[in-house]
């Protein structure tokens, strides 16, 4: 069945260091693929998505781009903020049944 | 536009008790998936409802049910409680069903405690 693979975490960094987090996933078809960010004590909110091959999704400095060919959509960004502490989910919709099929999560700690 | 709400925001019950959570989704979104939250298992999803119907469910034993009224709002169940039950619930909206690439708006969510 399908399924996204995140690299576990925590991920410690400190304020304006470059940030990856692997995300690749198992789908039949072309699923659509999202980040969701949840803050300490909240929801869920996405961050970026794609919906189809090479496109690149972006949002407050974020970005990620749907690679097919690697099954892959790492989320980076340039210089992280303590604020951008939180955990950070990858996820899949495929036109096999539409749900959100999640990763485990990352928790990212960014110190000052 | 306001946002998914749910409530309650916290609930703590006791084995064996049934408890139900509500569920609004943004205005215009027809809609509403349920989610399951704990360190465990992680994100899972419960079932989706469009138009009063279910129209997708995960793999959750027949204790967990829902059902959605004809404004769109949907309520969950869990019946007879157990420990494993406690979780963070969270509902998610958009506007139509069996697109994949609309993107599900999420809730505050409702932390149930299970003693």
């Known amino acids: 069945g399908d399924s996204v693979t995140q690299m576990e975490g925590p991920v410690t960094l400190s304020e304006e260091a470059f940030l990856t987090i692997n995300c690749t996933y198992t789908?039949?078809?072309?699923?659509?693929l999202f980040w969701y960010v949840q803050y300490p004590g909240e929801g869920l909110q996405l961050l970026l998505k794609?919906?189809?091959a090479d496109d690149k999704g972006s949002n407050k400095g974020f970005e990620a781009t749907y690679r097919k060919e690697t099954t892959s959509f790492h989320l980076e960004k340039g210089s992280v903020q303590v604020s951008d502490s939180a955990v950070y989910f990858c996820?899949?919709?495929?036109?096999?049944?539409?749900?959100?099929?999640w990763g485990a999560g990352t928790k990212l700690i960014i110190k000052p | 536009k306001a946002g998914v709400t749910q409530t309650p925001r916290y609930l703590i019950k006791t084995r064996g008790q049934q408890v139900t959570l509500s569920c609004s989704p943004i205005?215009?979104?027809?809609?509403v998936s349920w989610y399951q939250q704990t360190p465990g298992q992680g994100l899972q999803f419960l079932f989706e409802?469009?138009?009063?119907?279910?129209?997708n469910k995960g793999n959750f034993p027949g204790r967990f049910s829902g059902r959605q009224f004809s404004n769109s709002r949907s309520e969950m169940n869990v019946s007879t409680l157990e420990l494993g039950d406690s979780a963070l619930y969270l509902c998610?909206?958009?506007?139509?069903?069996?697109?994949?690439?609309?993107?599900?708006?999420f809730g505050p969510g409702t932390r149930l405690t299970v003693l």
């Open positions: 996820a899949l919709s495929a036109d096999s049944n539409y749900q959100l099929i």
């Open positions: 794609a919906t189809k």
């Open positions: 998610a909206s958009k506007p139509l069903a069996g697109v994949s690439t609309d993107t599900q708006y």
């Open positions: 409802y469009f138009s009063e119907t279910q129209r």
């Open positions: 205005s215009g979104h027809r809609s």
């Open positions: 789908a039949t078809g072309y699923p659509s």
